[in-house]
């Protein structure tokens, strides 16, 4: 499974992000499972409509940015998942048996409508990294990521983005700055200039995330980065014709 991680400073915007991102993945029919590092990103997260069974927290040790065993969380939960979809799937025959019991002896059916149904499997996951405060340097975010998406509020000191090891805007598939509806335009314009001055070949994408605004150009850089490009390969290779005899 792919892992999309956010980043960046403490309340720069990573939870809003990435509710938005899952709405996004969810339209695109991805089911993305959602694994936050702290009780602080739960509530953004069930606000923005992510399914309790698609989220889990997993906090960090103090001075690290995410836990290292990620990926024992995500097994985890997925097998919650699968035990929770075998409960049902026993519940639902438990109660055909019944109703075999109830037809012979002349009792009405009872209904399968009150057993809920089987959860899809996550195939993609979302991971909210802690932002501890020195900046964008946690190496370890980096390494975990297969798409990195970086945060930047859009009032942000210059001073921290020239920083020296900016692994995390260096290394970033896709930067993001947030909060540009409450910083002063001329603020706002010179953080996204410089970034584009340093970062000449990234996407960096000014948004508006609690409204929403802009988020379709975000999904799009993340989608085309979950694309398998070689699957993709494998496909156009089907449907060009073969030249000659
Ligand atoms: N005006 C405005 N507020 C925003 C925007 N994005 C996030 N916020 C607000 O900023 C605050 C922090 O947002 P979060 O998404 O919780 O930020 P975070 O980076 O996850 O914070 P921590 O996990 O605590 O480090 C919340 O009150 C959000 O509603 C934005 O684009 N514009
Ligand atoms: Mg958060």
Redesign the pocket.
């Known amino acids: 499974m792919k892992k999309i991680v956010i980043s ?11 509710g938005e991102i899952y709405k996004g993945l969810k339209q695109k029919n991805y089911q993305p499972l959602a694994v936050g ?2 009780v ?2 739960e509530k ?1 997260y069930l606000l923005k409509g992510i399914d309790s069974t698609y989220l889990t927290l997993a906090i960090p040790e103090p001075g690290h940015d995410v836990i290292s065993d990620i990926d024992r969380v995500v097994r985890n939960s997925v097998n919650l998942i699968k035990e929770k979809n075998s409960l049902i799937q026993h519940a639902r025959k438990a109660l055909d048996e019944l109703n075999k019991v109830r037809s012979v002896m002349d009792l009405g059916h009872l209904s399968q409508k009150d057993i809920p149904p089987t959860a899809t499997l996550p195939d993609v996951v979302l991971i ?1 990294a ?2 501890i405060n020195d900046g964008y340097r946690a190496e370890e975010t980096r390494r975990l990521a297969d798409i990195l998406v970086t ?1 930047v509020p859009a009032g942000i000191k210059n001073e921290i983005i020239m920083e020296q090891g900016n692994v995390l805007l260096d290394e970033a598939d896709i930067i993001v700055v ?5 910083t002063a335009r001329d603020v706002a314009t010179t953080t996204i200039k410089l970034l584009q001055r340093i970062y000449r070949y990234k996407p960096i994408i000014p ?5 929403g ?1 802009h988020m379709e150009l975000v999904f799009d850089e993340v989608v085309k980065r979950l694309a398998d490009p070689i699957r993709l390969l494998d496909l156009a290779g089907e449907e060009e014709p073969v030249a000659g005899g």
């Open positions: 960046g400073r403490n309340d720069s915007g990573k939870s809003t992000i990435l590092s702290g602080q990103d953004p909210e802690v932002g945060i947030t909060k540009i509806d409450e948004v508006v995330a609690t409204q605004v």
